[in-house]
């Protein structure tokens, strides 16, 4: 029902900045909470980042805070992740998420999304 097209990633110096987007076709998109997700090699998927469905709620894990903006644009339909100060921890390959369920807040767990995007790979050198 909700397709979700990511684009953005690429190889980038630690320290520098990098800006992914995810299109999302299928439904209205200012129904959904949207979310970003990273999954190293060896390593659990791990929640990075939620938006609410008018862009009023925000949340960060704590290693991203301070260095990662979620932000979204209703009438294009995309959501966006932008990367500054980027460690070669942030490493991993990137998902984009749409949880399609109402509620209080944003959600967290991988559980709680019901669409993904296909991923795109970040690489941070030294």
């Known amino acids: 029902q909700v397709q979700l097209v990511e684009s953005g990633g690429g190889l980038v110096q630690a320290g520098g900045s990098l800006r992914l987007s995810c299109a999302a076709s299928g439904r209205t998109f200012s129904s959904l909470t949207m979310g970003w997700f990273r999954q190293a090699p060896g390593k659990e998927r791990e929640f990075v980042a939620a938006?609410?469905?008018?862009?009023?709620?925000?949340r960060y894990t704590d290693s991203v805070k301070g260095r990662f903006t979620i932000s979204r644009d209703n009438a294009q339909s995309t959501v966006y992740l932008q990367m500054n100060s980027l460690q070669r921890e942030d490493t991993a390959v990137y998902y984009c998420?749409?949880?399609?369920?109402?509620?209080?807040?944003?959600?967290?767990?991988?559980?709680?999304?019901?669409?993904w995007g296909q991923g795109t790979q970040v690489t941070v050198s030294l």
């Open positions: 938006i609410s469905r008018s862009g009023g709620i925000t």
């Open positions: 998420a749409a949880d399609q369920n109402l509620g209080l807040g944003v959600a967290t767990r991988s559980e709680s999304y019901d669409y």
